[in-house]
């Protein structure tokens, strides 16, 4: 396709409604009025389609999301993040300060390395009987470390009072907590930044519960 067309074409979201990665990017393109389309991929249906070998060619890891965007296609949810803040115009997705712009990377990456994998599907699937628990430890440790470092960095956001990738990554990981019935009056600034950001429309306008793929029973 011609460079100017390809740039012209809708990015496509490859995720699934309940994905905190998928959710992440959802926010993302949310936050920066990115007009995109969807194409659910259902981790369980079919023993999941994250395993077909049509989908392990957008994302050979086996996992949502992949984002197809101006004749490319990207894996990892901070990338795609980090892509979109790069290359459109809307509200920076990163701060400008150094020390700000690596407060933000400090805490995205203590959920997006620290915390999301240690209770993704495909690793608590190994735990038997022990999933529950297994996935609160991972969550419940991760939020011990986040909080003391929030009450330091956070203003009306993650950081400042801006929003930033730290406040798209807390929120989703946040829903995930309250899905393994983690207690999350334990962390009061967590708590406080996750009521604040859940009321804007970017993160309303992408939640799980309002999907193209989002059953019908889980819908608000
Ligand atoms: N680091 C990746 C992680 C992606 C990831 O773990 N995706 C999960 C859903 S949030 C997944 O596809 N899990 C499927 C599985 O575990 O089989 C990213 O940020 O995009």
């Not at 809708?10 to 409604?17: D, R, S």
């Not at 659910?40 to 996992?63: A, F, R, S, V, W």
């Not at 990456?109 to 993704?120: E, H, Y």
């Not at 996750?194 to 999907?211: G, H, K, M, W, Y």
């Amino acid at each position: 396709m011609h460079l100017s067309l390809v740039c012209l074409a809708k990015p496509v979201l490859h995720g699934y409604f309940r994905s905190s990665c998928s959710w992440r990017v959802r926010i993302a393109f949310a936050l920066k009025g990115i007009e995109y389309d969807q194409v659910p991929i259902h981790l369980i249906k079919d023993g999941g389609q994250q395993h077909t070998e049509q989908y392990k060619t957008l994302n050979p890891m086996q996992q949502v999301p992949a984002v197809e965007i101006d004749g490319i296609t990207l894996s990892q949810s901070l990338a795609v993040i980090q892509y979109i803040d790069e290359t459109r115009p809307g509200p920076p997705l990163l701060p400008a300060d150094p020390k700000k712009r690596a407060q933000v990377r400090m805490i995205s990456d203590i959920i997006a390395s620290g915390i999301q994998p240690l209770q993704n599907l495909h690793v608590i699937q190994k735990m038997g009987t022990e999933k529950v628990q297994w996935a609160q430890h991972f969550i419940d440790r991760g939020f011990q470390a986040l909080e003391p470092l929030l009450k330091q960095t956070a203003g009306k956001y993650c950081v400042g009072d801006e929003i930033s990738m730290a406040d798209i990554c807390l929120v989703p990981q946040v829903y995930n907590a309250e899905r393994f019935k983690v207690d999350v009056e334990q962390y009061p600034t967590i708590k406080r930044l996750n009521e604040t950001l859940r009321e804007i429309e970017a993160f309303r306008v992408s939640d799980p519960s309002c999907q193209p793929d989002t059953p019908e029973d889980l819908r608000a």
